[in-house]
């Protein structure tokens, strides 16, 4: 007797042991209905054993599905996932199903010839019978293959020469060609692109660090990487994971013009059916490339050759709902599964990234300058103490002078503010009541486009009220603080002849628009863009030869390990925007802290020099990458049930060495969608086994029903 022990798609601690019925044949992969309780549940094979005797029956596996497979790489990356994130198999394995989300595309009428012959054989009709004969076409599709009228085609099936056959057409994407168009690589472009493809050429599992200035070329050096792994490996798939769907649109055209054909997109914007499309072609090894967000690292890729992780140091690439995973380790960790070779690529790597790097465990490939004639914009700090803006205004009179010269130079210039919205908080004059969002501590932030206040973190908006709630006064509701709305607001009014725009998630809320906004500003149509992060990375406008940063100091608010990190990250990629062509650049940061380390940095673009002393700091702490660190977040609507789980947690800590627990104490959000919130920190030298210590500790507790328990293994929020 075999039994199959098949994962749910629902947050169980393990798999479920069906008995395989005779004669029916699975194996690891599959698809099955399996009953569980009073239900019929689909669920994926994890493993098919002999069991010889067993105790207790086993209910029945009751039917195969006839979808394609998960491969054995996939399903083996499902299974460690799971195990690194301290998540239920389940819970990762509905994420790699999730392309079979939309049900199967329906039959489509095409017409195949019967080999009855017309009783009037003309060259018109002769052509028609010869293209049929290639494979089965829709009728139009005939007509214009053929060169005749739909008339013509109607004819041959009144006569019976041709039938209506309903196919299901295979999903599969057009056929990259790796010599479409050959890039231009400079000398150290094609340097890095020649040690990429030796590392391909070697086999195996192995990792490079793409580690290249702002304009410096790093997607031309990749594509050549991809186009090397598609002539190598006729079989060979390649994934380039990408951290914002703005980026997406920016990044297809260049694979489109490198390879003649759209490669395949992953992302929330892409449809249901599409979604399914992808995931099958992608399963039957007829999607070559795939462009995609965090969740296309668990497509199920047939033959994975090379992962791409562009942007790698990017924040968005870390999942904090649901199954929460950093898309860039999981990324190594598929490549190292797979035995296939992955690219991390940026111009302010992770310092994890370089600390991998700098040990030998990635090849570290430089690019230290621009491509062509371009040259790193000078970047200068204005001091907010000594030129602070007028009262009510956001901008220096400094910056708003260079904004004013750029725009009478006929040159484009870029304002960054890392804030949506208008303002991000709106409070009362009268009674001082700060405007939230129900049931939570975060602040509701205003947009005056909509006219609505807007929580970011729970999504919830209504429409901005005329009296306070709070004292029910008139009018006495203001804004503070700028989001990049007002921003704009303020640009208008001083440059009432510049053509402006906003680009954010807001304004561009898909890839056609992004992609529509990005067209327009590398065409000129644009004079001043206010943006968001949306903006500061991985484009390329040529006429862009000023950015300003509003407010450089937004990021080193609060109490985040990686602020300082992820700020000089941030504005470095902002900045690198300017004078990616023939025309010096130059960036402005309106900051109050100037003497800051970051600010420093920035400005002398050493960023050897922030790397060092901020590495420095995390090894005298044991903070990544020196060290570990695992997030528990526990939260419930029941105060008192939440208060009593956290000390029965604390008291339950297991013995450890080189392992520290802080907490449990309130987390700085204290209250999210009606529920209370505490946070527990677990800091642990790098060689601690930590999943496995959380695995112990967790256990020991039973979980009351009103309380639900979140891991953050490599948490980047400690809110």
């Known amino acids: ?22 004669g029916l044949e699975i194996a690891p992969g599959d698809h099955v209905v399996v009953p569980l309780g009073p239900r019929r549940m689909r669920g994926l094979v994890a493993g098919v054993r002999d069991m010889p005797g067993l105790n207790r029956p086993l209910k029945p596996v009751l039917e195969r599905i006839d979808e394609p497979s998960l ?23 509905a994420l790699a199903l999730r392309g079979l989300r939309a049900p199967p595309p329906k039959p489509e009428k095409r017409l195949v010839p019967t080999g009855v012959q017309p009783a009037r054989a003309t060259p018109a009709r002769t052509r028609v019978l010869e293209v049929a004969a290639e494979f089965a076409r829709a009728p139009a599709d005939l007509a214009r293959a053929a060169g005749v009228s739909s008339g013509v085609v109607k004819g041959l099936v009144d006569e019976g020469a041709l039938e209506v056959v309903e196919v299901i057409a295979p999903a599969a994407f057009p056929e990259p060609d790796p010599n479409h168009t050959a890039s231009s690589l400079n000398p ?29 070329g790093k997607t031309e050096v990749y594509l050549e990487a991809v186009a090397h792994a598609l002539a190598a490996d006729p079989a060979a798939q390649v994934l380039v994971l990408l951290p914002e769907i703005a980026l997406t649109q920016a990044v297809i055209a260049r694979f489109e013009q490198r390879f003649g054909v759209t490669p395949a997109e992953w992302h929330s914007g892409v449809s249901l059916p599409k979604r399914r499309k992808v995931w099958e072609a992608v399963a039957a090894g007829r999607c070559r490339i795939v462009v995609g967000a965090r969740s296309a690292l668990f497509l199920p890729f047939q033959s994975l050759r090379l992962l791409v992780v562009d942007e790698e140091h990017d924040s968005s690439f870390k999942q904090e709902e649901g199954l929460i995973y950093h898309a860039r380790d999981l990324a190594v960790a598929r490549a190292k599964i797979e035995g296939s070779a992955v690219v991390l690529a940026s111009a302010t790597p992770s310092l994890e990234t370089l600390a991998n790097a700098e040990a030998g465990r990635y090849r570290w490939l430089r690019l230290a300058s621009r491509h062509g004639a371009a040259r790193l914009p000078d970047v200068d700090l204005i001091d907010m103490r000594e030129t602070p803006p007028e009262r009510g205004r956001w901008l220096s009179s400094r910056l708003v002078k260079a904004v004013g010269e750029t725009f009478a130079r006929g040159e484009q210039s870029l304002l960054f503010l890392n804030r949506r919205g208008y303002a991000p908080l709106v409070l009362c004059r009268a009674c001082g009541e700060r405007m939230t969002a129900p049931d939570t501590d975060s602040w509701l932030v205003e947009h005056r486009y909509t006219g609505r206040l807007v929580c970011h ?79 500061a990375k991985g484009h390329n406008f040529p006429n862009l030869t000023l950015v300003g940063v509003v407010d450089a100091d937004l990021g080193l608010r609060g ?76 939260s419930s609507p029941d105060g008192a049930a939440l208060e009593a789980y956290a000390r029965a947690l604390a008291a339950a800590i297991p013995n450890a060495e080189r392992l520290e627990v802080y907490g449990p104490a309130d987390a700085p959000l204290s209250l999210v969608r009606g529920r209370r919130r505490k946070r527990l920190l677990v800091r642990a030298d790098r060689d601690v086994d930590i999943q496995a210590f959380l695995g112990t500790w967790l256990a020991q507790v039973k979980v009351p029903g009103s309380v639900r328990v979140t891991v953050d293994v490599d948490p980047y929020s400690f809110l």
């Not at 629902?10 to 069906?18: A, G, H």
């Open 71 to 93: 491969p054995a790489g996939t399903l083996k990356f499902v299974t460690w996932a799971a195990r690194w994130t301290c998540s239920p198999p389940g819970e990762v394995a």
């Open 1 to 22: 007797m075999k039994a199959a022990a098949v994962l749910m798609p629902l947050p169980l601690p393990e798999p479920f042991d069906y008995a395989v019925p005779e």
């Open 188 to 216: 150290s472009q094609a340097a890095a692109a020649k040690a990429l493809n030796a590392a391909f050429d070697a086999g195996g599992f192995q990792a490079a660090l793409l580690d290249g200035v702002t304009g410096a």
């Open 559 to 634: 109490g985040d390990l990686r602020a300082g990190e992820r700020t000089f990250q941030l504005l470095a990629q902002a900045t690198g925007r300017a004078g990616r062509a023939d025309k010096p650049g130059r960036a402005l940061l309106q900051t109050y802290m100037p003497e800051h380390g970051v600010m420093q940095a920035l400005k002398a673009q050493d960023r050897d020099a922030f790397v060092e002393a901020e590495t420095a700091e995390r090894k005298a702490a044991g903070l990544p990458p020196h060290g570990r660190l695992a997030a528990i977040v526990l």
């Open 457 to 535: 973190l729970t999504g919830f908006s209504m429409p901005k009220p005329k009296r306070c709630p709070h004292c029910s006064a008139e009018e006495s509701l203001v804004s503070v603080g700028p989001g990049v709305e007002r921003v704009e607001e303020e640009v208008r009014e001083l440059f009432p002849q510049a053509r402006v725009a906003v680009f954010s998630s807001d304004t561009v809320p898909d890839g056609e628009s992004a992609r529509a906004l990005v067209r327009s500003m590398a065409e000129g149509e644009i004079d001043i863009l206010v943006a968001t992060q949306a903006a």
